[in-house]
């Protein structure tokens, strides 16, 4: 059984960060490509940022452009988005999800399984 368990959120400062993880069970993420996608209250999910099973990254969410760290530890089937210089917008669950492709995509219909999601709050 396939399972991935965010973490990591929480309240944050405007222009602080944060370290979200991903870790998953029942797969090896090795040939598995990783999206992070947030929902805030009210919208749509987004697609925020991928990295491919390579590690290779990408955004994808304009808003985050440039502010948002992703990388993989294969060895630990963990993947962390580190999402910087955070504003009041960022607030929103963000998930995990998985697809046993290896480029990334940000489409959500092509990832397979998801996460819970994890609350990110930025806020003074």
């Known amino acids: 059984q396939v399972q991935l368990v965010e973490s990591g959120g929480g309240l944050a400062q405007p222009g602080g960060s944060l370290r979200l993880s991903c870790v998953a069970s029942?797969?090896?993420?090795?040939?598995?490509?990783i999206g992070w996608f947030r929902q805030a209250p009210g919208k749509e999910r987004e697609a925020v940022s991928c990295?491919?099973?390579?590690?290779?990254?990408?955004d994808f969410a304009g808003s985050v452009l440039g502010r948002a760290t992703g990388s993989r530890d294969n060895s630990k089937n963990t993947v962390y988005l580190q999402p910087n210089r955070v504003k009041p917008e960022d607030t929103a669950i963000y998930y995990c999800?998985?697809?046993?492709?290896?480029?990334?995509?940000?489409?959500?219909?092509?990832?397979?399984?998801w996460g819970q999601g994890t609350q990110v709050t930025v806020s003074s």
């Open positions: 999800a998985t697809r046993q492709v290896p480029f990334c995509t940000s489409r959500i219909r092509d990832f397979s399984y």
């Open positions: 029942g797969i090896s993420l090795d040939s598995y490509s």
């Open positions: 990295i491919s099973s390579g590690g290779y990254g990408a």
